[in-house]
């Protein structure tokens, strides 16, 4: 007999038994529900024979790992049918992802929408098959000699990458299909229930442009065909909120095939993108930061000082200037660190917390470039606290309750990631060691919950991710943490201590906004291009019913401009409907109709965006109400 824990109750089982009897004998609920499990915090396929005293942890499609085995298990029937459908297609990669999966295959046709139908319906055939997934494990030469016989090129690549370890080589077959995976999957293709293919796009193979391009085909899969519907409703939704056709049509940002990945902002956009930035100084005024700003280009030196050159230059632009390699920085830090350097300090200096807008650019491939939320040059709200060791924790706190009240003033919800060392890190354990436990006790003592994400920390240092939700339930990570013990060192940062020797001081990289251009991208979208109206580029459009009420039009919003709002007057020989129609295309906030009874009493009939017909007001009551909305940054 053998002792296995199920949260926190032990329970005994004979020597041998599977994930899946054990599920079964404590439902038949949890065993319809099932996915895949956790031995000992390890995931493992529900069919794993138990043979020791463990832990066990039965994971569903409520759970992240559930999801996951959900979704690679997808992700192997569609391989299955696009190889019944196409034989001789080469498979590279099909992994589960954050929303469903993709699978990257090397096919001699393009695919259009209607092959994906075809593959669709052939997915269903298999899921109708029910077949088991059955793991099975060959050593190196005898894994390449199968895929020699399947003509699995990119397979035999990857097998060639571990072939030199010695170990054996984990495989899944269903069917006639094999594929190299190392789990966990669902027990058979029949638990998948409700399936839809989304897109197909093209990738390079191992994300190099200079290796083939594949065609990935994306999908989704839940246990209840109500689940997927609900999906595929918010994609429809999503596809209205598209900030890049809503930018284009509100007149807010482009982006010009002379500059792939360069945003241009148009008049609106630059409002806009002004009045975050406002906002950014007014809260950081008030939080006691400095701010500076650093030059673009710098020099090699630097670059390889910070560590940058050994270990980002992939990502970097650079340029030869009198004989010099120089580089367009990819991030603030590096300049403030000379900033820090321009003046001796002292402990009572600290701490020092320095922002900076400053406008970075990171090489993007082509295919990754998406609008505003991913380009190749945007404007970071960066900061960096330089402080002692006792003044970490406060710090840390500090910066999350920045970070919590600017997520507050826009709505958002949003959770925590800790980040922890990665393989390619600069520094000693020690300090990696002392800078996550520094970060994990600050949030912990604030009563936040987190999660963490194991080895994605910077290369300098660990940090808190912080990821926000909007209206459709998207996430998108934005401000973050960064605690760094490497670049003072590394910089020889100095002050000097109540004791009179020299110290080294602890920094904070952190950013709150993550990058003006991409918070505008989510905005639009969250808000679906109907900005509250203290970020809406024309709050108010006066509307002449003819070209009579033209002079008291103009009147009228020249009142409402000295007030501080931001107007428009509709002076166009159109119809009266179709210029509310227009305005209301604009999301305008608010729209006022003026005619020959307006301009009579004074007054202007209101129309609200959210509400509709209003009514009439006299026009300083109608702009004390309109400039107090705009102050408290009120979100409608």
């Given at each position: 007999?053998?002792?296995?824990?199920?949260?926190?109750?032990?329970?005994?089982?004979?020597?041998?038994?599977?994930?899946?009897?054990?599920?079964?004998?404590?439902?038949?609920?949890?065993?319809?529900?099932?996915?895949?499990?956790?031995?000992?915090?390890?995931?493992?396929?529900?069919?794993?024979?138990?043979?020791?005293?463990?832990?066990?942890?039965?994971?569903?499609?409520?759970?992240?790992?559930?999801?996951?085995?959900?979704?690679?298990?997808?992700?192997?029937?569609?391989?299955?049918?696009?190889?019944?459908?196409?034989?001789?297609?080469?498979?590279?990669?099909?992994?589960?992802?954050?929303?469903?999966?993709?699978?990257?295959?090397?096919?001699?046709?393009?695919?259009?929408?209607?092959?994906?139908?075809?593959?669709?319906?052939?997915?269903?055939?298999?899921?109708?098959?029910?077949?088991?997934?059955?793991?099975?494990?060959?050593?190196?030469?005898?894994?390449?000699?199968?895929?020699?016989?399947?003509?699995?090129?990119?397979?035999?690549?990857?097998?060639?990458?571990?072939?030199?370890?010695?170990?054996?080589?984990?495989?899944?077959?269903?069917?006639?299909?094999?594929?190299?995976?190392?789990?966990?999957?669902?027990?058979?293709?029949?638990?998948?229930?409700?399936?839809?293919?989304?897109?197909?796009?093209?990738?390079?193979?191992?994300?190099?442009?200079?290796?083939?391009?594949?065609?990935?085909?994306?999908?989704?899969?839940?246990?209840?065909?109500?689940?997927?519907?609900?999906?595929?409703?918010?994609?429809?939704?999503?596809?209205?909120?598209?900030?890049?056709?809503?930018?284009?049509?509100?007149?807010?940002?482009?982006?010009?095939?002379?500059?792939?990945?360069?945003?241009?902002?148009?008049?609106?956009?630059?409002?806009?993108?002004?009045?975050?930035?406002?906002?950014?100084?007014?809260?950081?005024?008030?939080?006691?930061?400095?701010?500076?700003?650093?030059?673009?280009?710098?020099?090699?030196?630097?670059?390889?000082?910070?560590?940058?050159?050994?270990?980002?230059?992939?990502?970097?632009?650079?340029?030869?200037?009198?004989?010099?390699?120089?580089?367009?920085?990819?991030?603030?830090?590096?300049?403030?660190?000379?900033?820090?350097?321009?003046?001796?300090?002292?402990?009572?200096?600290?701490?020092?917390?320095?922002?900076?807008?400053?406008?970075?650019?990171?090489?993007?491939?082509?295919?990754?470039?998406?609008?505003?939320?991913?380009?190749?040059?945007?404007?970071?709200?960066?900061?960096?606290?330089?402080?002692?060791?006792?003044?970490?924790?406060?710090?840390?706190?500090?910066?999350?309750?920045?970070?919590?009240?600017?997520?507050?003033?826009?709505?958002?919800?949003?959770?925590?990631?800790?980040?922890?060392?990665?393989?390619?890190?600069?520094?000693?354990?020690e300090d990696w060691d002392n800078a996550t436990e520094a970060l994990r006790n600050a949030i912990t003592e604030?009563?936040?919950?987190?999660?963490?994400?194991?080895?994605?920390?910077?290369?300098?240092?660990?940090?808190?991710?912080?990821?926000?939700?909007?209206?459709?339930?998207?996430?998108?990570?934005?401000?973050?943490?960064?605690?760094?013990?490497?670049?003072?060192?590394?910089?020889?940062?100095?002050?000097?201590?109540?004791?009179?020797?020299?110290?080294?001081?602890?920094?904070?990289?952190?950013?709150?906004?993550?990058?003006?251009?991409?918070?505008?991208?989510?905005?639009?979208?969250?808000?679906?291009?109907?900005?509250?109206?203290?970020?809406?580029?024309?709050?108010?459009?006066?509307?002449?019913?003819?070209?009579?009420?033209?002079?008291?039009?103009?009147?009228?919003?020249?009142?409402?401009?000295?007030?501080?709002?931001?107007?428009?007057?509709?002076?166009?020989?159109?119809?009266?409907?179709?210029?509310?129609?227009?305005?209301?295309?604009?999301?305008?906030?608010?729209?006022?109709?003026?005619?020959?009874?307006?301009?009579?009493?004074?007054?202007?009939?209101?129309?609200?965006?959210?509400?509709?017909?209003?009514?009439?007001?006299?026009?300083?009551?109608?702009?004390?109400?309109?400039?107090e909305q705009d102050k408290s940054r009120a979100m409608d």
């Amino acid at each position: 007999m053998i002792k296995v824990m199920l949260k926190g109750d032990a329970k005994e089982f004979e020597a041998g038994v599977t994930a899946a009897e054990i599920a079964k004998s404590i439902g038949a609920g949890l065993y319809k529900a099932a996915c895949a499990c956790k031995i000992d915090g390890e995931a493992a396929d529900l069919r794993t024979p138990l043979t020791k005293d463990c832990e066990l942890e039965i994971l569903t499609f409520d759970s992240a790992e559930g999801k996951h085995a959900y979704w690679h298990t997808t992700a192997h029937i569609m391989a299955q049918a696009i190889g019944r459908l196409y034989p001789g297609a080469k498979f590279a990669i099909g992994p589960a992802i954050e929303n469903g999966f993709y699978y990257d295959v090397d096919l001699e046709q393009t695919l259009t929408p209607d092959d994906l139908v075809k593959i669709e319906a052939e997915m269903k055939k298999i899921i109708k098959e029910d077949l088991p997934l059955e793991r099975f494990e060959l050593s190196p030469e005898d894994a390449v000699k199968l895929m020699e016989e399947k003509k699995q090129d990119y397979k035999l690549e990857l097998i060639a990458e571990h072939s030199g370890k010695g170990e054996k080589i984990s495989f899944y077959q269903q069917g006639e299909y094999i594929d190299l995976c190392a789990g966990p999957h669902l027990m058979s293709t029949g638990h998948v229930k409700a399936v839809k293919l989304t897109n197909c796009t093209g990738a390079y193979w191992r994300a190099d442009a200079n290796n083939k391009m594949l065609q990935r085909v994306y999908g989704i899969s839940f246990p209840k065909a109500a689940d997927l519907e609900a999906y595929v409703t918010m994609l429809e939704e999503a596809k209205k909120r598209d900030h890049r056709k809503l930018g284009r049509d509100l007149e807010l940002f482009t982006i010009m095939d002379e500059g792939p990945g360069f945003p241009f902002f148009l008049p609106k956009g630059m409002i806009l993108k002004n009045l975050l930035i406002d906002y950014w100084r007014e809260i950081h005024r008030k939080a006691g930061y400095q701010e500076i700003s650093t030059p673009m280009i710098l020099n090699r030196s630097l670059w390889e000082r910070s560590g940058h050159w050994d270990h980002y230059k992939q990502n970097m632009y650079t340029t030869v200037i009198d004989d010099q390699d120089f580089a367009i920085k990819p991030m603030n830090c590096p300049g403030g660190m000379l900033v820090y350097k321009t003046k001796l300090h002292s402990y009572r200096d600290l701490p020092l917390r320095v922002g900076e807008l400053g406008l970075v650019h990171r090489h993007e491939l082509s295919g990754a470039l998406h609008g505003l939320m991913r380009v190749r040059c945007f404007t970071q709200d960066d900061a960096h606290i330089f402080m002692t060791k006792e003044q970490i924790k406060d710090e840390i706190k500090g910066v999350v309750n920045l970070i919590d009240s600017v997520y507050k003033t826009f709505g958002f919800q949003y959770h925590i990631e800790l980040s922890t060392m990665p393989e390619d890190h600069m520094g000693a354990q020690e300090d990696w060691d002392n800078a996550t436990e520094a970060l994990r006790n600050a949030i912990t003592e604030l009563g936040y919950d987190y999660e963490v994400n194991e080895g994605d920390g910077a290369f300098y240092g660990p940090k808190l991710d912080f990821h926000l939700t909007d209206c459709l339930g998207r996430t998108w990570q934005c401000g973050t943490i960064q605690l760094d013990f490497q670049l003072p060192e590394r910089f020889e940062l100095e002050y000097t201590g109540e004791d009179g020797a020299k110290h080294r001081p602890i920094m904070i990289h952190r950013v709150v906004f993550g990058s003006i251009e991409r918070f505008i991208g989510i905005l639009t979208e969250h808000f679906a291009g109907a900005f509250p109206l203290w970020l809406s580029p024309v709050q108010v459009k006066v509307l002449p019913i003819s070209e009579r009420h033209h002079e008291y039009a103009q009147k009228v919003a020249a009142e409402l401009e000295a007030a501080g709002l931001r107007v428009e007057a509709d002076l166009r020989n159109e119809k009266i409907g179709y210029k509310i129609r227009e305005a209301q295309l604009q999301k305008t906030p608010y729209m006022l109709v003026v005619g020959d009874k307006e301009a009579e009493t004074g007054t202007v009939s209101v129309r609200s965006r959210k509400d509709g017909d209003i009514g009439a007001m006299a026009v300083a009551d109608f702009a004390a109400k309109a400039v107090e909305q705009d102050k408290s940054r009120a979100m409608d």
